[in-house]
């Protein structure tokens, strides 16, 4: 089955203590892309990344790191995490030419 | 001005309905308009998606976009249960190397049976 996964699905962490969220898809996307969705700001773009080892931000990078070593993978990391991170993720993904964006079941982090 | 406006809701109607939802955008770049359904603990799923201006159906689903009025909508008939779920708007230029989505807030939608 086509699908984009994330993991885990709920995290609770604290204040500075370094996480990392796995998004993974078996469709060979070339593009893949992080999104939060937050409570009346909508889904916003965290980072994007056209192809391995090709990564850029988007409108609200700050606090966040990726990397895409890998086609199939592309880790979203926060180096140290503060309450105003609790959110939403979304991982995506599409292929070049193609329109829809996959999107994960997303990760909910509360970081307290 | 936010570049995309989506009231939302949140909107409740009894199955079979029509329902109609919008979102207005003031970015004129825009080409690609979206929408995309999303249910409770899920990632949003596309629904439908049109190029520039027109109207694109799809069973009980009807897109519209008016680009003079920059301003869509999303029409869906005889209304489910099955509907009740967050729609949100989304779209994007034509151009540039990331495919980046501009979405709406989303509207909440519940059909009562």
């Known amino acids: 089955e086509a699908q984009v996964t994330q993991n885990p699905r709920y995290l609770i962490t604290v204040t500075g203590k370094k996480l990392t969220v796995t998004c993974s898809q078996n469709?060979?996307?070339?593009?893949m892309s992080w999104y939060r969705q937050d409570p009346g700001l909508g889904l916003r773009q965290i980072y994007y990344?056209?192809?391995?080892?090709?990564?850029d931000k988007g409108d609200v990078p700050e606090g966040y790191k990726v990397s895409r070593k890998e086609k199939r993978n592309f880790p979203l990391i926060l180096e140290s995490p503060s309450p105003n991170q609790t959110s939403l993720y979304f991982c995506?993904?599409?292929?070049?030419?193609?329109?829809?964006?996959?999107f994960g079941n997303g990760t909910r982090l509360t970081v307290t | 001005q936010k570049e995309v406006e989506q009231d939302p809701g949140p909107l409740s109607v009894p199955e079979g309905a029509i329902v109609s939802l919008n979102c207005t955008y003031s970015?004129?770049?825009?080409?690609?308009f979206m929408w995309y359904r999303q249910y409770s603990r899920k990632g949003p799923e596309l629904l439908m998606y049109t190029y520039s201006s027109g109207n694109k159906e799809d069973g009980r689903f009807t897109a519209q976009v008016d680009k003079s009025s920059k301003y869509i909508s999303l029409f869906i008939r005889d209304s489910q249960p099955s509907d009740s779920a967050t729609y949100l708007c989304?779209?994007?230029?034509?151009?540039?190397?990331?495919?980046?989505?501009?979405f709406g807030k989303g509207t909440l939608l519940t059909v009562n049976p």
């Open positions: 989304a779209m994007r230029n034509s151009g540039g190397s990331n495919y980046k989505l501009t």
């Open positions: 990344s056209m192809n391995v080892e090709v990564t």
């Open positions: 970015n004129s770049a825009f080409q690609y």
């Open positions: 469709m060979n996307h070339e593009y």
């Open positions: 995506a993904s599409r292929n070049t030419g193609d329109l829809p964006l996959h």
